[in-house]
């Protein structure tokens, strides 16, 4: 049999007659339905745009490679035609997805899964935690600026875990090599001149506290357990001059050491001013029987007098040294005694004015006076009468 094409929308072969009817009828009947059925199935696939309706190519009839980019229109492909993870890695080529194809805030905590920041340049981090953790061998974990490592004296700072030290402890420094503060992770170091206004401490043990290194100055000590002030001592030439709770000097143990061996001038050991009131001074009280309110002694070079107490009154009425004993107790006003009798000295000495004339002055009842010549004398009525002491 001879089929003849047709010139249809889709062609058609019809069977050509050769005699037999039956047969004719037969293959003419197979053809027409071919045909109706290639027919129905166009207007299932096709649209009234005579386009390919959706879902009708599937994936099972399009070859391998067979679709390429330039099969694909511009912005043909929507993201309603690409199922949920169909694309991964391995189909999309290196440096393909820039800038450009990413929209804004289209990247989410959820998609990201590690993140390395090397190019964080500026911006704020706002109520977050930073947490620093080390990995141990690995290298330190810190924050910084200025300074390269734990110890590094360059200005800046450094604040983090120093995995060069045995525990990883955590550490802070700020400052340079002259004026710092560092945190070790044991110990704070201070250096540098530090302004509180107010400081609530505990008790510093072992350590001494002074207001200066050196020159005029008040030091607490604990090397000695005393107190020392240093000052001039007259000269311009700066010496201790007080030490507070020391134990010892010599043989002698003593709470307070007033003065230096080597004051120069016309300076005072000790010099304690009394203000407006009638009370003394200085009072002094000894503790138990036979013991001394104030004990004094000097020494003696064989050409030079000293004085234990020097009393001088630089004007009218004025005592230099005044002593009484009140009320009825029994005492003395002034006592004074010779440790060993052989020594060439006395208990009481009387410096001689430059005269040998009798005083003819008024001065109080009971004063002593004596001349040039060594005269005593005292005076009997608080005027200006003064008799000689003795066989003279």
């Given at each position: 049999m001879v089929f003849e094409q047709v010139n249809q929308p889709r062609s058609i072969f019809l069977p050509t007659f050769a005699g037999d009817f039956n047969k004719y009828s037969s293959e003419l009947t197979l053809a027409l339905t071919t045909h109706v059925r290639e027919l129905w199935a166009r207007a299932e696939t096709l649209d009234a745009n005579s386009n390919i309706a959706d879902k009708v190519i599937k994936t099972a009839y399009i070859d391998d490679l067979a679709v390429g980019t330039a099969q694909i229109a511009d912005l043909s492909v929507g993201t309603a035609k690409i199922a949920a993870l169909a694309v991964t890695a391995a189909e999309i080529a290196d440096a393909t997805?820039?800038?450009?194809?990413?929209?804004?805030?289209?990247?989410?905590?959820?998609?990201?899964?590690?993140?390395?920041?090397?190019?964080?340049?500026?911006?704020?981090?706002?109520?977050?935690?930073?947490?620093?953790?080390?990995?141990?061998?690995?290298g330190d974990v810190c924050i910084k600026c200025g300074k390269t490592d734990f110890g590094d004296n360059t200005a800046g700072f450094?604040?983090?875990?120093?995995?060069?030290?045995?525990?990883?402890?955590?550490?802070?420094e700020i400052g340079d090599a002259t004026n710092y503060m560092k945190w070790d992770g044991s110990a704070l170091?201070?250096?540098?001149?530090?302004?509180?206004?107010?400081?609530?401490?505990?008790?510093?043990?072992?350590?001494?506290?002074?207001?200066?290194?050196?020159?005029?100055?008040?030091?607490?000590?604990?090397?000695?357990?005393?107190?020392?002030?240093f000052g001039d001592r007259g000269d311009t030439t700066i010496a201790e001059l007080i030490?507070?709770?020391?134990?010892?000097?010599?043989?002698?143990?003593?709470?307070?050491?007033?003065?230096?061996?080597?004051?120069?001038?016309?300076?005072?050991?000790?010099?304690?001013?009394?203000?407006?009131?009638?009370?003394?001074?200085?009072?002094?009280?000894?503790?138990?029987v036979g013991a001394r309110a104030i004990y004094a002694y000097s020494t003696y070079d064989g050409a030079t007098w000293t004085a234990a107490i020097y009393?001088?009154?630089?004007?009218?009425?004025?005592?230099?040294?005044?002593?009484?004993?009140?009320?009825?107790?029994?005492?003395?006003?002034?006592?004074?005694?010779?440790?060993?009798?052989?020594?060439?000295?006395?208990?009481?000495?009387?410096?001689?004015?430059?005269?040998?004339?009798?005083?003819?002055?008024?001065?109080?009842?009971?004063?002593?006076?004596?001349?040039?010549?060594?005269?005593?004398?005292?005076?009997?009525?608080?005027?200006?009468?003064?008799?000689?002491?003795?066989?003279?």
């Open positions: 997805i820039t800038t450009a194809k990413i929209g804004l805030l289209q990247v989410t905590d959820a998609l990201i899964g590690s993140c390395a920041v090397g190019k964080l340049l500026a911006g704020s981090i706002t109520s977050k935690i930073i947490t620093l953790v080390i990995t141990p061998t690995a450094i604040l983090g875990i120093d995995d060069s030290v045995a525990g990883d402890p955590a550490k802070f170091t201070i250096r540098g001149a530090l302004n509180a206004d107010d400081i609530d401490a505990g008790t510093l043990t072992s350590r001494t506290v002074q207001t200066a290194a050196d020159g005029m100055r008040f030091v607490v000590s604990a090397d000695d357990n005393e107190a020392h002030f030490s507070l709770g020391r134990s010892a000097s010599g043989d002698d143990f003593i709470i307070a050491d007033i003065g230096s061996n080597d004051l120069s001038g016309s300076v005072f050991p000790m010099y304690v001013r009394g203000g407006a009131s009638t009370l003394p001074t200085i009072a002094a009280s000894a503790g138990g009393g001088a009154g630089f004007s009218t009425g004025v005592q230099g040294v005044a002593s009484a004993v009140s009320g009825t107790r029994r005492g003395y006003g002034v006592y004074c005694a010779m440790a060993d009798e052989d020594h060439a000295m006395a208990p009481i000495c009387l410096q001689p004015s430059a005269g040998a004339g009798v005083p003819d002055w008024t001065a109080a009842k009971g004063c002593l006076w004596v001349t040039s010549a060594g005269v005593l004398y005292i005076n009997t009525d608080g005027a200006a009468t003064w008799a000689k002491v003795g066989a003279q």
